[in-house]
């Protein structure tokens, strides 16, 4: 089920008639409230969320799904007519997992929806024996688990999907654009802005280990997997 969060009944009732028509189970919800309560009863598969809503921002619910351990890695998205690049990179840090400002194209929009919950589904089922380890940090994509010197660490689905591609190259230098196509593939009009951010926000979480996270200049990252 998706959850859609928007205030302005008009958006709303067509993101989700277009959901809904698509194949893709969707519920709206005018104030955060109702949302809240919703999410106790059945955690959602995705949530789309305005930024300017009453009660509560959307950047206050990002970081509250981001900060609880049952919601941390359900993929959200932001619709909003915020669109500079500080509203941007601030949602961002916060922990969306993509960005869409409005208006936006319906089509557009179903292309980034399905993307999301396509490549969520993907990690939740990989191997179970898929995992790495480097000098205190883990990092198992099966139980989508990211660990420093013993300690859970809450990533974002993005930042959690950025790790994996950089251990799983580990060693070998990534363009932005080349982490754009894996990390981004069908989210259109991604900046390497964006990388950029992911990369800073995923050094502060994985502490010490981040440092394994190698910026060659001029080009892009690299994880150092040796020790």
């Known amino acids: 089920m998706i959850y859609f969060v928007e205030d302005d ?3 709303r009732e067509l993101v989700l008639y277009t959901l809904n028509n698509a194949g893709l189970p969707a519920e709206g919800f005018e104030r955060p409230s109702a949302f809240w309560a919703a999410v106790e009863q059945e955690r959602p598969a995705l949530v789309l969320l305005d930024i300017m809503l009453p009660e509560e921002d959307g950047l206050s619910i990002l970081r509250k799904l981001r900060a609880d ?3 941390r890695a359900v993929p959200v998205m ?3 007519a915020k669109g500079t690049e500080y509203d941007t990179v601030l949602a961002l840090d916060a922990g969306a997992d993509d960005y869409v400002q ?3 194209r319906m089509m557009e929009l179903l292309s980034r929806i399905r993307a999301l919950i ?3 589904a993907g990690y939740n089922n990989l191997p179970e024996s898929e995992e790495y380890h480097f000098d205190g940090l883990e990092v198992s994509p099966s139980r ?3 660990r420093v010197d013993g300690q859970d660490i809450s990533l974002t689905f993005k930042e959690f999907e950025l790790l994996c591609l950089l251990v799983e190259n580990r060693g070998i230098v990534l363009s932005r654009d ?3 196509d894996k990390v981004w593939q069908d989210a259109m009009g991604r900046e390497s802005r964006t990388v950029d951010v992911h990369i800073r926000t995923l050094r502060q979480k994985l502490g010490d280990a981040g440092r394994r996270i190698e910026t ?4 892009g990252y690299k994880f150092k997997g040796e020790d």
Request: no cysteine.
């Open 9 to 11: 009944a008009s958006i």
């Open 118 to 120: 396509r490549r969520a």
């Open 178 to 180: 080349k982490i754009l």
């Open 102 to 104: 409005k208006p936006f």
């Open 69 to 71: 351990r049952a919601t």
């Open 216 to 219: 060659v200049r001029g080009i």
């Open 78 to 80: 932001m619709l909003t």
């Open 144 to 146: 989508h688990l990211v």
